[in-house]
């Protein structure tokens, strides 16, 4: 009985071993089987000429190319003209040492008068129009000073009479003088007082009028300040008006003490007045350094340096203005003009040119500027296209769209 029990397991173990020993062999084939397919497959793909690890590679390629160009702005170029794009090549150049101050415009010496009261009175203006940048000619009354309604009379009527008095007086020394009844003394002092009421009386008369004493104007040009206002008393002396010919212009410059070595190799400046945008340049104006302080006036720290030029309109006699003195030059430094710099958050830009209608947004570092140009000390490179003009174009075009990938043709 114990005997068959044994034989009857071990029969059964034999079994099962062989059907795992079967169930091992056919998978082991079918994954044979399959491998061979796939190497089958790979052959006859290579076979017929697609190359996967080729194709990786130029997969590769493109990707780097896309984050190349992942910053570009494209801007059409119908669209460009249309904003009046322009552009500049940039090549290094000669830029002059710069420093940026403030100061202001005068009149030139010469080219103004002050006018002051010729007699003591109540003013009155000679015309409607009598205002502070009004247009004058030579010899234009200006002005009436009348002395009539002041308690010490008419200023015409006592110097007439001033006069006929001392006419008289001498007139009748003259006539004892020849019959010695008065002395030689007597007659010169006579003759003195005579010719001195002579002389008051024919100033006076030149320039009397009905409406009192005329003030006009001695030069042609233009008021550039009013002192008095219309029924104002004044003395005599008393300044009333100014009279600029406006032809020569002296712009007066305050330079801090810091920069009095770097002064003597000032030779010209640029400025800007704040009632526009406009550069102004002395070289384009016949401009000329007249002097350079040597010291600071009293109770200043600054040193004036003056410059006369020519008014070619435009520029008010006495505003005060932003100056750039221009000094030594300097050879092969990069610079831009103003317009192509644009600033955002403390950070300045300026859009280079890729190609046609590519640009791209570039960070600049800059040094000074003279009023029309700025110098860059890092950013960018000779031979590049800077966007001068329409510069604002391509910044809301950036920041209007957004380019998912690089779909702009090189």
């Known amino acids: 009985m114990n005997r068959t029990v044994w034989c009857l397991m071990l029969g059964g173990a034999l079994m099962t071993g062989c059907g795992g020993q079967?169930?091992?062999n056919k998978a082991a084939s079918e994954q044979a089987a399959e491998k061979n397919h796939v190497h089958s497959e790979h052959e006859g793909e290579e076979h017929d000429g697609h190359d996967h690890e080729a194709e990786g590679h130029d997969h590769e390629a493109e990707l780097a190319a896309e984050a190349a160009h992942a910053d570009e702005i494209v801007f059409p170029k119908a669209q460009a003209e249309r904003a009046g794009l322009k552009v500049e090549r940039v090549e290094p150049g000669v830029f002059c040492e710069v420093i940026r101050?403030?100061?202001?415009?005068?009149?030139?010496?010469?080219?103004?008068?002050?006018?002051?009261?010729?007699?003591?009175?109540?003013?009155?203006?000679?015309?409607?129009?009598?205002?502070?940048?009004?247009?004058?000619?030579?010899?234009?009354?200006?002005f009436y000073i009348s002395s009539r309604k002041i308690a010490t009379g008419d200023i015409n009527a006592r110097t007439k009479a001033a006069y006929d008095k001392a006419r008289a007086d001498y007139e009748r020394a003259k006539e004892l003088l020849a019959d010695r009844i008065v002395s030689q003394r007597e007659y010169d002092q006579t003759k003195l007082a005579y010719e001195q009421a002579l002389a008051e009386y024919e100033a006076i008369a030149s320039i009397r009028s009905e409406r009192g004493t005329v003030v006009a104007a001695p030069i042609p040009g233009f008021l550039t300040s009013l002192s008095v206002k219309e029924g104002d008393y004044v003395e005599m002396g008393a300044p009333l008006a100014t009279v600029s010919k406006n032809r020569r212009l002296m712009l007066r410059a305050e330079v801090s003490q810091k920069y009095y070595d770097r002064l003597k190799s000032v030779r010209s400046a640029n400025f800007k007045a704040p009632y526009e945008e406009r550069v102004w340049s002395l070289k384009d104006m016949n401009g000329r350094l007249v002097s350079v302080g040597k010291a600071s006036p009293?109770?200043?720290?600054?040193?004036?340096?003056?410059?006369?030029?020519?008014?070619?309109?435009?520029?008010?006699?006495g505003s005060f203005v932003e100056v750039w003195l221009t000094g030594a030059p300097q050879s092969g430094v990069i610079s831009v003009p103003l317009s192509a710099v644009t600033e955002q958050q403390g950070v300045y830009y300026v859009y280079v040119r890729l190609d046609e209608e590519g640009y791209q947004r570039r960070e600049v570092k800059l040094g000074p500027g003279d009023g029309e140009r700025v110098r860059i000390l890092s950013g960018l490179a000779p031979g590049e296209e800077v966007v001068t003009e329409g510069a604002v174009h391509v910044r809301m075009a950036s920041a209007s769209a957004s380019i998912p990938g690089h779909t702009h043709n090189h």
């Not at 080219?111 to 004058?136: H, K, N």
């Not at 340096?305 to 006699?317: A, L, S, Y």
């Open 101 to 142: 101050t403030s100061g202001q415009v005068l009149a030139a010496q010469g080219d103004e008068v002050s006018l002051s009261a010729p007699v003591s009175g109540i003013v009155s203006f000679a015309g409607p129009r009598l205002t502070e940048g009004a247009q004058v000619v030579h010899g234009a009354r200006l």
């Open 298 to 317: 009293s109770g200043s720290y600054l040193i004036p340096v003056t410059f006369e030029f020519d008014n070619r309109g435009g520029v008010v006699p």
């Open 22 to 24: 079967a169930d091992q």
